[in-house]
């Protein structure tokens, strides 16, 4: 039988690194919006994706989540007409990334809301065990 506080350690620990790599592929989105091609008509940067899925851990049998896929968003290219950048073409329009600023930062805000709560998990779940060995203690 595994132990149930040991298990909530690893699923929440599991969701830290989920979420850091997603908050890691979020922040390049956002770096990366404005990051045209370097000749014109070039393809500009594609904003990039990331998928989860669970996975067993062998050792608690507890469902764990686990990054699954790094992709990129085949969506189509915002067009904006700017004759004076480097990488437009011959009409003046500049193909400009995929990236909406407003949904990365929706997805950084529920990103970090979900890393601070497996954080939480994890602090809760530490304090139990202590108090549990300070009542094991204390029998003695």
Known sequence: ???????????????????STRLRIVSENIANARTTGDTPGAD????????????LD???GAETVEVRKLGVDQ???????DPGN???????IV??????????????????RTYEANLQTIKQTREMISATIALLRASQ
């Open 58 to 60: 062998r050792v608690t």
């Open 95 to 112: 193909k400009m990334p995929n990236v909406n600023i407003l949904i990365e930062m929706g997805d950084m805000r529920e990103s970090n």
């Open 44 to 55: 500009p940067y594609r904003r990039k994706t990331i998928t989860f899925g669970s996975e």
């Open 86 to 92: 480097p990488a437009a073409d011959e009409r003046g």
């Open 75 to 81: 969506g189509d290219f915002i067009e904006e007409y």
């Open 1 to 19: 039988m595994t132990d149930p506080l040991l298990a909530s350690l690893r699923v929440a620990g599991s969701g830290l690194e989920a979420q």
